[in-house]
């Protein structure tokens, strides 16, 4: 029989045992959520590489993750609209380009120009921060793009 020990020294022992298995499951606890944070970093950057391919997208761009997030969620609007018939489109513009170059003139707030000079008039055809937005007074300002300023665009802001 091994010699009874005081009962502070066997807390100690006890406690000594406990203390290394507690750094060891500290240590693979903290190696499974780094694994699991890697994996979840992986899965977000995939789907965010997946999401900018699907965007319209200037070559100008910066696709950070929140500008990315800003345009995609600008171009959710802006196919809103189009769907709802609130965006009209000059024809010659949706067949030489399509919606994504639409979007992109949109974005950039050249549309503006591009549809009075093709009218010849001051219609409205793309909604924009600058624009009157009298056919709809339920518009409001958070509806359109969040991330450009009103008027001409300055290029290096594209």
């Not at 780094?34 to 979840?40: A, F, H, L, W």
């Not at 800003?70 to 609209?81: G, N, P, T, V």
């Amino acid at each position: 029989l091994p010699p009874m020990l005081p009962s502070t020294e066997k807390k100690a022992r006890k406690n000594a045992r406990r203390t290394n298995r507690s750094e060891e499951d500290t240590v693979l606890q903290r190696d499974c959520a780094n694994k699991r944070e890697r994996q979840r970093t992986m899965e977000l950057n995939a789907a965010f590489t997946a999401l900018r391919r699907i965007i319209p997208s200037l070559p100008s761009d910066k696709l950070s993750k929140i500008h990315t997030l800003r345009i995609a969620s600008d171009y959710l609007k802006f196919l809103d609209q189009v769907k709802r018939d609130e965006c009209k489109f000059p024809s010659e513009m949706v067949l030489e380009g399509g919606l994504q170059a639409s979007f992109n003139l949109w974005r950039g707030g050249l549309a503006q120009g591009v549809s009075q000079h093709s009218q010849g008039a001051a219609t409205n055809y793309y909604p924009f921060p600058s624009y009157d937005f009298s056919s709809s007074s339920e518009q409001q300002w958070s509806d359109a793009p969040t991330s450009f300023p009103q008027g001409e665009p300055d290029q290096s802001q594209l």
